[in-house]
Protein backbone atom coordinates (compact mmCIF):
# COMPACT_ATOMS: atom_id res chain seq x y z
CA UNK A 1 0.00 0.00 0.00
CA UNK A 2 1.20 3.34 -0.55
CA UNK A 3 -0.32 6.33 1.23
CA UNK A 4 -0.50 9.97 -0.06
CA UNK A 5 -1.44 13.55 2.38
CA UNK A 6 -1.38 16.78 0.79
CA UNK A 7 -0.97 19.81 2.52
CA UNK A 8 -0.81 23.77 1.59
CA UNK A 9 -3.89 23.85 0.63
CA UNK A 10 -6.11 27.26 1.79
CA UNK A 11 -7.31 31.13 0.95
CA UNK A 12 -5.07 32.68 -1.72
CA UNK A 13 -5.06 36.11 -3.56
CA UNK A 14 -5.85 36.09 -7.26
CA UNK A 15 -2.05 36.45 -8.80
CA UNK A 16 -0.19 34.69 -5.74
CA UNK A 17 1.82 31.71 -6.19
CA UNK A 18 1.40 28.80 -4.12
CA UNK A 19 3.15 25.17 -2.93
CA UNK A 20 1.37 22.14 -2.51
CA UNK A 21 2.60 19.31 -1.12
CA UNK A 22 2.23 15.45 -0.85
CA UNK A 23 3.82 13.15 1.47
CA UNK A 24 4.09 9.73 0.08
CA UNK A 25 4.74 6.87 2.52
CA UNK A 26 4.31 2.86 2.16
CA UNK A 27 5.63 0.68 -0.78
CA UNK A 28 7.50 3.70 -2.33
CA UNK A 29 9.09 1.15 -4.29
CA UNK A 30 6.64 -0.18 -6.19
CA UNK A 31 5.13 3.51 -7.79
CA UNK A 32 6.23 4.44 -11.38
CA UNK A 33 4.73 7.90 -11.17
CA UNK A 34 2.59 10.11 -9.51
CA UNK A 35 0.64 13.10 -10.54
CA UNK A 36 -1.45 16.00 -9.19
CA UNK A 37 -5.64 16.25 -10.36
CA UNK A 38 -7.95 18.59 -9.51
CA UNK A 39 -11.62 18.92 -8.98
CA UNK A 40 -13.43 22.47 -8.83
CA UNK A 41 -16.63 22.87 -7.92
CA UNK A 42 -19.65 21.41 -9.49
CA UNK A 43 -16.79 19.81 -12.26
CA UNK A 44 -15.63 16.53 -12.67
CA UNK A 45 -11.69 15.87 -11.77
CA UNK A 46 -9.35 17.15 -13.74
CA UNK A 47 -5.31 15.92 -14.80
CA UNK A 48 -2.65 18.68 -13.82
CA UNK A 49 0.61 17.23 -14.36
CA UNK A 50 2.51 13.94 -13.29
CA UNK A 51 6.58 12.46 -12.76
CA UNK A 52 7.94 9.92 -13.36
CA UNK A 53 9.24 8.18 -10.06
CA UNK A 54 12.64 7.98 -10.79
CA UNK A 55 13.59 9.18 -14.43
CA UNK A 56 11.82 12.60 -12.90
CA UNK A 57 10.52 13.20 -17.14
CA UNK A 58 7.12 15.17 -16.71
CA UNK A 59 4.11 16.16 -18.32
CA UNK A 60 1.41 18.44 -17.89
CA UNK A 61 -2.51 19.02 -19.42
CA UNK A 62 -1.97 22.03 -21.90
CA UNK A 63 -4.23 24.16 -19.87
CA UNK A 64 -1.61 24.43 -17.20
CA UNK A 65 1.83 24.73 -18.90
CA UNK A 66 3.97 27.91 -18.07
CA UNK A 67 2.15 28.46 -14.75
CA UNK A 68 2.25 24.98 -13.11
CA UNK A 69 5.75 23.31 -12.04
CA UNK A 70 5.53 19.88 -10.92
CA UNK A 71 8.65 18.58 -8.93
CA UNK A 72 9.81 15.57 -6.99
CA UNK A 73 12.22 15.06 -4.06
CA UNK A 74 12.84 11.44 -3.75
CA UNK A 75 14.83 11.63 -0.66
CA UNK A 76 11.97 12.90 1.29
CA UNK A 77 9.63 11.22 -0.90
CA UNK A 78 7.22 14.58 -0.86
CA UNK A 79 5.81 15.90 -4.32
CA UNK A 80 4.68 19.46 -4.68
CA UNK A 81 3.08 21.35 -7.74
CA UNK A 82 3.61 25.10 -7.60
CA UNK A 83 1.01 27.04 -9.04
CA UNK A 84 2.13 30.94 -10.19
CA UNK A 85 -0.51 33.58 -11.48
CA UNK A 86 -2.89 31.76 -9.37
CA UNK A 87 -7.00 32.70 -10.84
CA UNK A 88 -10.04 32.09 -9.56
CA UNK A 89 -10.53 29.68 -11.66
CA UNK A 90 -7.76 27.88 -9.60
CA UNK A 91 -10.26 27.50 -6.72
CA UNK A 92 -10.61 23.31 -6.00
CA UNK A 93 -9.93 20.73 -4.39
CA UNK A 94 -6.19 19.55 -5.05
CA UNK A 95 -5.37 15.84 -5.52
CA UNK A 96 -1.87 13.75 -5.41
CA UNK A 97 -1.69 10.36 -6.79
CA UNK A 98 0.25 7.60 -7.16
CA UNK A 99 0.13 4.94 -9.54
CA UNK A 100 2.04 0.91 -10.31
CA UNK A 101 1.36 0.88 -13.67
CA UNK A 102 2.21 4.25 -14.90
CA UNK A 103 4.84 6.70 -14.99
CA UNK A 104 2.91 9.45 -16.54
CA UNK A 105 -0.67 8.72 -16.36
CA UNK A 106 -3.06 11.85 -17.32
CA UNK A 107 -6.03 9.45 -16.88
CA UNK A 108 -7.93 9.23 -13.71
CA UNK A 109 -7.46 5.04 -14.14
CA UNK A 110 -3.96 5.20 -14.08
CA UNK A 111 -3.34 5.91 -10.63
CA UNK A 112 -3.96 3.73 -7.97
CA UNK A 113 -3.83 5.38 -4.66
CA UNK A 114 -4.99 8.76 -3.99
CA UNK A 115 -4.92 11.11 -1.14
CA UNK A 116 -7.11 13.08 0.81
CA UNK A 117 -7.26 16.34 -1.00
CA UNK A 118 -6.42 19.81 0.00
CA UNK A 119 -8.97 22.59 -0.97
CA UNK A 120 -7.41 25.59 -2.49
CA UNK A 121 -9.92 28.51 -2.56
CA UNK A 122 -8.55 31.83 -4.61
CA UNK A 123 -10.23 34.86 -3.97
CA UNK A 124 -9.92 37.59 -6.77
Known amino acids: QVQLVESGGGLAQAGDSLTLSCAVS????????VGWFRQPPGKEREFLAA????????TYADSVKGRFTISLDNRKNTLSLVVNRLKSEDTAVYYC?????????????????WGQGTQVTVSS
Open 51 to 58: VHWVAWSR
Open 26 to 33: GRTSTVLG
Open 97 to 113: AASRRFSLGTDEGAYDY
